[in-house]
T-cell receptor
């Protein structure tokens, strides 16, 4: 059974810092991995989708990497802004299932 | 539509009451998922539809939970005899194909509070 963890659980940084969020999964037989952002009281907004054959994806100030063999993905946020404050969720879809398994999320606060 | 639409946005139910939550996926999307998100936790899978067929309902926590998608588009999640532990945000997601190769689009969710 796939299990997903995220470290740290919460992070507070001053504006302008570069930061890394970590996601680990127990079963490397994955189909793809998706990073989401969730604002308080809101649904999930997709940030980046990485297929199992890819090593990384980039969108603006965001870069996500994937290392299947070690069961890890990282989300790198460059030059953080207060508007980046949200909970970031990692979701893994395994080869043998249709649904995503989510991590518990990292709650990010970027201070002005 | 342009996105996944869920209604109602908020629902307060008295314990023992039945509720029905609606999801309108993106038009033409084959796959539809329901997830349950407790406060401070990541979403947990409830059930999956491919068109009108419910292919996986392994995440439904009890037989009080029932989901349907009779015409392969709109889906309804029904909870009978609600309990306080059912209080959560219920999220719906859809995907254009069954492979999920393009990822999933989520709705804004329905926040259910059972009092």
């Amino acid at each position: 059974k796939q299990e997903v963890t995220q470290i740290p659980a919460a992070l507070s940084v001053p504006e302008g810092e570069n930061l890394v969020l970590n996601c680990s999964f127990t079963d490397s037989a994955i189909y793809n991995l998706q990073w989401f952002r969730q604002d308080p009281g809101k649904g999930l907004t997709s940030l980046l989708l990485i297929q199992s054959s890819q090593r990384e994806q980039t969108s603006g100030r965001l870069n996500a990497s994937l290392d299947k063999s070690s069961g890890r993905s990282t989300l790198y946020i460059a030059a953080s802004q207060p508007g980046d404050s949200a909970t970031y969720l990692c979701a893994v879809r395994s080869d043998y299932g249709q649904n995503f398994v989510f991590g518990p999320g990292t709650r990010l606060s970027v201070l002005p | 539509g342009a996105g996944v639409s869920q209604s109602p946005r908020y629902k307060v139910a008295k314990r023992g009451q039945d509720v029905a939550l609606r999801c309108d996926p993106i038009s033409g999307h084959v796959s539809l998922f329901w997830y349950q998100q407790a406060l401070g936790q990541g979403p947990e899978f409830l059930t999956y539809f491919q068109n009108e067929a419910q292919l996986d309902k392994s995440g439904l926590p009890s037989d009080r939970f029932f989901a349907e998608r009779p015409e392969g588009s709109v889906s309804t999640l029904k909870i009978q005899r609600t309990q306080q532990e059912d209080s959560a945000v219920y999220l719906c997601a859809s995907s254009i194909n069954s492979a999920g190769s393009y990822g999933y689009t989520f709705g804004s969710g329905t926040r259910l509070t059972v009092v």
